[in-house]
């Protein structure tokens, strides 16, 4: 006989779970007790949220289900956050929490919280398991549902009785879910009208969003806008879903997105939107968003289309099918009439124009590291191909500008939800799934200090993270907006006090160096690269700059502003 | 403005959880809310009332479709549906009213469940204007008090069910077969 932790650990190894994030406690003792003898890998993290954050990086990395363990109580409320970032940036998570035995469940009992209750919202479907004969089916439905469709999070709440309960683990032939309906193959009408709208355009533009990199639609988008040959933006979850170096790749759109992404949105005539979602930090001011132009809106998940912005052409389905037969529909078109090919080179010319006009282009300066200097050597080390987890704040802006990923999976950030304390914990995710690839960790020296507690995982897992620290001394993004919108009364912002990070890393048997020379950057990164294990290298850099261009919230993406207004001082 | 969406569910613990935190996450006031099994003891048949801009309502609905415990989830706030509400009243009368309070009742098909020397306890059903029109009558003679079941609804329609097919799994083959 087996008992449910064993049943729950056999579940796991039939779905190819090869590694856990988690954190043991009271009621998942009977399961660390399986797992002392099971070939699955658990990774000890020091905090539950980071054991989300962790699994996140391990499936942006793969696009494979990433699984977090916590116990009852305190450790099921600390994945929560986790489980929002996961489901704003449609990740697909697996989060098994232990929970008291089910007669003590509603008492009050030590460590008990209503975790079916509290993430129901954080999540796209939950569990709780009340016998052990419901065990199996829950666990492969919730791999089911978390990897299918719109991906995202499921928690599988498990009371301690359960784990114990003694039993065999009974296969799991099929699973039914009646009303969980996935649209994937997209309506052959509405991608014939589709192309026909393309094809007519005169003024097309492509807006690629993180469903490109769920879907694995990458070689698709990319013979898509080959296709057209229109200019084509990434979203901030989309980046790398066409490479940063492609001829059509203009850069990110919205907030902090360059001008010729955001005037190419505002003056198109046609917006291919594939997998996005229409965000707020994409469109700015709603009503004034890509006033001109028509949409053609694929998406996997029917509620996202005409949820934001109403969709001219709405297609449901797999971006990865739907964009297969788009492009077949075109070679067919291509047959029948030809291309305004005059219009559409007049557009691209236009968008090259403001391209040059306004590039997104790195700063240098003389005595201080500027972080758009660190930026742009961070990306001619990384060559397009490195992993890049990036907490979130004015780095992220600077890094989504200027790095250019060759591949999705290499861009991993909170999107959604702008999570601080993301990067650290899901650039150990992405190492431990991607062992050979080089990780950037690039974080603030904010967000770095809300993961601080990660350094002994990664010393105690000998991760070989390079861990960029672009210290400003300050919470950036939110004192630009102190500066911009409040009068440049800074409150609160001023983050006094950072260690000394040769002492810090050396505490946890690694290398630690703090830059503050611009002329030692190439040299230090090199360094930092080179030496194999871990390395925490805090860049000290211009601590007042801020992240342009910037749409003012409220405005129009095309009246953003494009340089800090006046020379800036703090009073 | 009220809005009447009718829902088809699986009949199981947080069912009804996850449909009300769509509505509450949103800031919407449910004004009514049944829910009982259906022919098929695993599936539940709810009727909701709520306050919402009716621009909103296809965006709900979207939202409660893709629950994965509703089997569908269909608007019929200006679909052809019958729409009643039952609503039981407990009202105090006076020896004389006795016989006026029945009259009244007739003319509104409600009936009397319950008779006491201090009134009776009469059952009504109707669309919910019918019922706030008899609570006025009844409010008239005396005291009353007042439980509505809330609105159920059966659409008119015939509308097909999209259900989706079992997915067969291969690691489900028993390992020893």
């Known amino acids: 006989m087996t008992n449910g932790a064993k049943i729950v650990l056999e579940c796991l190894a039939r779905e190819k779970v090869e590694c856990i994030f988690g954190y043991p406690g009271g009621v998942t003792l009977p399961l660390y007790d399986a797992l002392y003898d099971s070939p699955i890998r658990h990774v000890l993290v020091r905090h539950e949220q980071n054991a989300c954050f962790a699994a996140e990086g391990w499936a942006r990395a793969t696009g494979r289900v990433g699984v977090c363990c916590a116990t009852s109580g305190p450790g099921a409320t600390n994945l929560v956050t986790g489980l929002v970032d996961a489901m704003m940036d449609s990740i697909p998570i697996v989060a098994i929490t232990g929970q008291v035995s089910t007669r003590l469940i509603g008492s009050d009992a030590f460590q008990e919280a209503d975790t079916f209750g509290i993430t129901r919202s954080c999540t796209k479907h939950n569990f709780l398991v009340k016998t052990l004969a419901d065990l199996p089916q829950a666990i492969h439905e919730a791999f089911h549902i978390a990897a299918t469709g719109r991906p995202g999070p499921v928690l599988v709440d498990i009371p301690k009785d359960v784990l114990q309960a003694q039993g065999r683990y009974a296969p799991v032939s099929s699973i039914h879910l009646p009303g969980y309906k996935v649209f994937t193959e997209g309506h052959a009408g509405q991608i014939r009208r589709a192309a026909q709208m393309i094809w007519e355009a005169r003024r097309p533009f492509v807006y690629a969003g993180g469903g490109i990199v769920a879907a694995e639609a990458s070689e698709e988008l990319r013979a898509f806008v080959e296709r057209i040959d229109a200019p084509a933006v990434c979203t901030l979850m989309g980046l790398g879903a066409l490479a940063g170096t492609h001829p059509n790749f203009v850069s990110m759109p919205g907030m902090h997105g360059s001008y010729a992404a955001n005037m190419g949105m505002s003056e198109a005539d046609l917006l291919i939107a594939l997998g996005t979602r229409f965000d707020d930090r994409v469109t700015g001011k709603l009503s004034a968003f890509a006033p001109h132009a028509k949409v053609i809106h694929v998406d996997i998940d029917p509620a996202e289309i005409g949820k934001n912005r109403a969709a001219d052409l709405p297609v449901v389905g797999d971006v990865k099918r739907v964009l297969k037969k788009l492009n077949q529909a075109l070679d067919d078109l291509a047959e029948l009439k030809p291309l305004n090919e005059q219009a559409r080179a007049a557009w691209r010319d236009r968008v090259k124009e403001w391209k040059r006009e306004h590039p997104l282009e790195p700063e240098f300066s003389g005595d201080e590291i500027k972080p758009q200097h660190l930026v742009s050597e961070l990306d001619r080390i990384s060559g397009g191909e490195a992993i890049l987890a990036s907490d979130v704040g004015q780095h992220q802006m600077w890094a989504a500008q200027l790095m250019r990923f060759n591949h999705p999976r290499l861009w991993l950030n909170s999107g959604g939800l702008g999570s601080m304390g993301f990067g650290l914990p899901a650039a150990i995710g992405a190492q431990l799934a991607r062992p050979d690839s080089l990780v950037f960790a690039l974080v603030g020296d904010g967000g770095f200090q809300m993961s601080i507690p990660e350094l002994a995982t990664i010393a105690n897992e000998r991760l070989p993270i390079k861990i960029i620290v672009m210290n400003n001394g300050y919470l950036g993004m939110v004192r630009q907006w102190q500066t911009l919108f409040y009068n440049n009364r800074l409150s609160q912002v001023t983050l006094d006090g950072f260690p000394d990070v040769e002492k810090l890393a050396g505490a946890y048997g690694f290398t630690g160096r703090t830059l503050e020379h611009p002329r030692e950057l190439r040299s230090a990164l090199r360094e930092c690269v080179d030496q194999p294990g871990p390395y925490l290298l805090n860049v000290r850099v211009t601590p007042f700059e801020n992240v342009y261009p910037m749409v003012p919230a409220g405005a129009a993406i095309h009246e953003m502003v494009l340089a800090p207004p006046q020379p800036l001082e703090v009073a | ?177």
Do not use: C, H, W
Not at chain 2, 12 to 25: N, Q, S, W, Y
């Open chain 2, 1 to 177: 403005m009220l809005q009447l969406i009718s829902l088809l569910m699986e009949n199981k613990p947080g069912a009804l959880m996850r449909v009300t935190g769509l509505l509450t996450a949103r800031g919407y006031n449910i004004e009514s809310l049944t829910v009982a099994r259906t022919l098929d003891p695993e599936l539940s048949r709810m009727s909701i009332v709520v306050e919402i801009e009716p621009q909103q309502r296809a965006q709900l609905i979207k939202q409660m479709n893709k629950l994965i415990n509703v089997l569908q989830a269909s608007d019929l706030t200006e679909a052809p549906a019958v729409r009643r509400e039952l609503a039981l009243v407990r009202v105090r009368v006076e020896r004389e009213n006795r016989a006026v309070i029945l009259k009244e009742a007739e003319i509104f098909g409600a009936r009397p469940v319950d008779s006491s020397l201090e009134g009776f306890a009469l059952e009504v059903t109707g669309d919910p204007e019918k019922i706030d029109e008899f609570m006025s009558v009844m409010g008239a003679y005396g005291e009353i008090e007042v439980t509505r079941s809330g609105l159920v609804a059966v659409s008119l329609e015939a509308k097909k069910l999209r259900l989706a097919p079992p997915v067969f799994k291969e690691e489900g083959v028993p390992q020893n077969a």
